[in-house]
């Protein structure tokens, strides 16, 4: 078999009964994340342009406003929205946030199929084990240029959705053939344009969900996608790929729940910087700091190495910023983004005193990326600190209480608390709906009439 055909296999024939209880409810606690950012994300200006393009009417849902869109546009700006604020989950070993492209095209797969919420949570795991172990096969090599969640994200975005819409193996093999053929994301959006990074998972949801209905009408696609001489591995990585590495323990170990849920609303290449700002924030005066050394891994320098954001986008890729920020305000969340303390004089002047330092020795333990800070204060002190993983990263994982406090916040700044503990509260009775657009109609019945047309 051709790794399409191997992957549709395990995509198709999977079952809810087949997985682990612990893999299921992970799936749940992933999609409540994508529910959240999605809720939250959709006033970015991408979101906001998207939905306005596309009428009111249709079998799916945009979930910023609760109104209903046809399922193909409705991937697209859910997805968008979901990647918007940096919140969304993340694969470290693969360099790739596959909730954004996955459950969207899940969704809106769900909500055109009429599926169970069962087979939502199942769909959902088929796109993250196939693509995770994809993502990781072709990196980092393949991140010098491609943006992982918008390649491999349409991938995982094909195999959800085949799954949820019943497609054969044949069929499924098909859908990513033309899935791969649609492909696409390069890193050529940073550091001026991070607006644009958005349409990568968003594109991946539309590419995969449109690949699926495709085949689903019988139209082929090459089963050769991904080990074809003309095929994604020839374009898009530039080193030989193990193809056995790309299926090793598919459908036997599970690797969802190493997913990481962030803490810190920011990319994920400044989150042990982050961490290691943390360790040093209570221990240092902010006034008489003079100079600050950040070694980091190259590939999280050639990302996140902004040394003068000028708005939150940016500063959210800029590591010198969440920095500055970590060690003046003790954490970094959406507040650490707003105009006034994007302009704390304090931060600012931290911002002029650092320097980035790239270290490919800080990233000996596959997937890990940690960081080494340095400060110098005025009377000529020294104080170092390192992280080597960031809270949400399975070996500090958050708790399922602040998993759930992250929800919380994120829907309510859409449409308020009690709306959200009601919104989150059918969330996870989601296994047992019977009806995923029946299901997601009854979310209207949740929000207050001042947000209806927010």
């Known amino acids: 078999m051709t790794l399409a055909e191997h992957y549709a296999q395990f995509a198709s024939r999977l079952a809810w009964r087949d997985l682990p209880g612990s893999v299921g409810a992970i799936a749940l606690e992933l999609f409540a994340d994508w529910l959240s950012n999605a809720a939250a994300g959709y006033a970015s200006p991408l979101a906001r342009a998207l939905r306005d393009m596309v009428p009111v009417t249709g079998q799916a849902m945009r979930l910023g406003d609760l109104q209903a869109a046809e399922p193909l546009p409705a991937a697209l700006i859910n997805a968008s929205a979901a990647h918007a604020l940096e919140f969304d989950d993340s694969y470290r070993a693969g360099l790739y946030h596959p909730g954004a492209p996955v459950i969207s095209a899940a969704f809106s797969a769900a909500c055109l199929a009429g599926a169970t919420g069962a087979d939502l949570l199942c769909g959902l795991v088929a796109g993250y084990e196939l693509s995770l172990r994809l993502a990781a096969a072709i990196n980092p090599a393949h991140y010098g240029i491609w943006h992982t969640t918008g390649t491999v994200g349409a991938f995982g975005a094909t195999a959800a959705a085949a799954h949820i819409l019943g497609l054969s193996p044949e069929q499924t093999a098909s859908a990513l053939g033309l899935a791969g053929t649609q492909a696409a994301g390069l890193w050529e959006v940073l550091p001026d344009s991070p607006q644009a990074k958005n349409l990568h998972p968003a594109k991946a949801a539309h590419s995969g969900l449109l690949a699926a209905l495709l085949a689903q009408c019988g139209i082929d696609g090459p089963k050769t996608i991904f080990e074809g001489k003309r095929g994604f591995f020839a374009a898009t990585v530039p080193v030989p790929v193990d193809l056995e590495q790309c299926r090793a323990g598919l459908g036997k170990e599970w690797l969802t729940p190493e997913t990481t849920f962030k803490a810190y609303p920011v990319c994920g290449h400044t989150m042990t910087p982050i961490e290691a700002a943390f360790l040093l924030a209570g221990r240092v005066n902010i006034s008489e700091i003079e100079a600050i050394e950040v070694r980091a891994h190259p590939v999280s320098l050639r990302i996140a190495s902004n040394p003068d954001p000028s708005d939150a986008a940016q500063a959210k890729f800029s590591i010198p910023y969440c920095v500055a920020a970590a ?108 009806n995923i657009a029946v299901w997601a109609g009854g979310l209207r019945s949740f929000i207050g009439r001042q947000h209806e047309t927010k």
């Open 327 to 434: 060690l003046c305000r003790g954490c970094v969340g959406l507040e650490e983004f707003t105009p006034e303390t994007m302009n704390d004089p304090l931060i600012r002047r931290l911002l002029g005193r650092t320097t980035l330092v790239a270290d490919d020795t800080l990233g000996r333990v596959p997937g890990q990326r940690p960081a080494r800070i340095a400060v110098r204060l005025a009377r000529g002190e020294t104080l170092s600190a390192q992280a080597d993983v960031r809270k949400g990263d399975p070996e500090r994982p958050m708790t399922g209480a602040e998993k759930r406090e992250k929800c919380l916040r994120l829907i309510a700044s859409t449409w308020g608390r009690e709306s959200a503990e009601n919104i989150f509260a059918a969330v996870s009775a989601l296994p047992e709906a019977r």
